[in-house]
């Protein structure tokens, strides 16, 4: 038991515990919402609370904190996104927000090259053909898919996860292309990348790769215009968030045969999966599983409660979002 036992924390949904005990070992009450919790109930268990564990499910404005109270010091997500956040409201009340990088870089990359694999090789076609009792034996025309040694990867946001995707493709890829805002000189030597616009990017690449932040200013940086400038038979993969992508045009798309593929992990409206992607041909969905591996969320709850224990014992913030 420490010695901070009038503190209070909102985990608002769950934390494991990997987390839970660092914050229990310090004394700290803990409310928690649980999986299902509502807006209605997080408002009861705020009042009082000096550190609030978020994840990327659960928005954090104005409303909650103000429940929460003036005592309020620290938002830690449990994410390396924090497109759940009010940034500006957390300045304003001159609360500190975190999140939880590099913990997650490798299973997220790791499950983007998983993406890519099974939307190249239509994996859930394939996977049905045989379920569904159809398969009828090898057939030297039946699912074709794109080859990938050789292909041209196309990796839009060389950040973290965006980086450690293309160390895993550059053994397979022949060029390897990146768009972002800033050009990332070391990856150009070490992974022999070129830094292009998005528009040639999206032109040239047989896989295009999304790791690019949420929020406003990426919203839809892919729609009909991006995907009609993609080749007929290129993918597309998505695990960075949802809003990245429209998703009524990426069905179309689809649909239409304008590109070739996607893989996605991430949606609009999470946990509403459009049924038009649902519905869409050649189309490998999973559940935003981008960082559930044991190592990756033990060391995302670790992290986010060290970095509201920092906070509220007087040192700084380990991954404050600046
Ligand atoms: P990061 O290191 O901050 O990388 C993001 C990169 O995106 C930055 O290097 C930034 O580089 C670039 N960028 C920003 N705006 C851009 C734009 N408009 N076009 C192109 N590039 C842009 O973050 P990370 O740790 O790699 O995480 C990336 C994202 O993955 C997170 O924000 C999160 O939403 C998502 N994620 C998803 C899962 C999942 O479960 N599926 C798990 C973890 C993370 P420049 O500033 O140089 O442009």
């Not at 939307?119 to 034996?137: D, F, N, Y």
């Not at 292009?196 to 896989?207: A, F, T, Y």
């Not at 798309?253 to 409206?269: S, W």
Request: proline share 5%; net charge negative; glycine share 12%.
């Amino acid at each position: 038991m420490g010695e901070e036992s009038n503190i209070s924390v909102l985990i608002c949904r769950v934390l494991l515990p990997a987390g839970r005990d660092l914050l229990e070992a310090q004394g700290f009450e803990l409310r928690e919402g649980g999986l299902d919790v509502t807006a209605e109930r997080l408002q009861e268990l705020a009042p009082g609370c000096a550190a609030i564990v978020a994840d990327p499910t659960v928005p954090i404005g104005p409303d909650l904190l103000d429940a929460a109270g003036e005592g309020l010091r620290v938002v830690a997500n449990f994410a390396v996104g924090y497109d759940n956040v009010d940034l500006a409201a957390c300045r304003e009340r001159g609360v500190v927000v975190t999140n939880t990088p590099g913990v997650l870089t490798n299973a997220t990359a790791e499950i983007a090259l998983s993406l890519t694999v099974a939307a190249a090789r239509r994996a859930r076609e394939a996977e049905a053909l045989l379920r569904e009792g159809r398969w009828t034996g090898w057939d030297p025309g039946a699912m074709l898919g794109l080859e990938l040694s050789g292909a041209t990867f196309g990796v839009v946001g060389l950040g973290r996860i965006g980086r450690r995707y293309a160390e895993l493709v550059r053994p397979l890829a022949g060029e390897l292309l990146y768009a972002a805002r800033s050009a990332k000189p070391d990856a150009e030597r070490e992974l022999d990348a070129n830094h292009v616009g998005l528009d040639e990017l999206l032109g040239r690449s047989d896989v295009v790769s999304l790791h690019a932040p949420g929020g406003e200013a990426t919203r839809h940086l892919i729609g009909a215009g991006e995907l009609a400038r993609m080749q007929s038979h290129a993918v597309l993969v998505n695990t960075a968030r949802g809003t990245l992508v429209d998703s009524g045009a990426l069905a179309t798309a689809l649909e239409k045969g304008e590109i070739g593929a996607a893989g996605l992990d991430v949606y609009e409206n999470e946990p509403g999966v459009p049924q038009e992607l649902m519905d869409a041909p050649r189309c490998v969905l999973y559940p935003h599983i981008g960082s559930a591996t044991h190592t990756s969320r033990d060391g995302m709850a670790t992290l986010a409660a060290r970095n509201a224990i920092a906070v509220l014992t007087g040192n700084g913030p380990l991954n404050p979002i600046s």
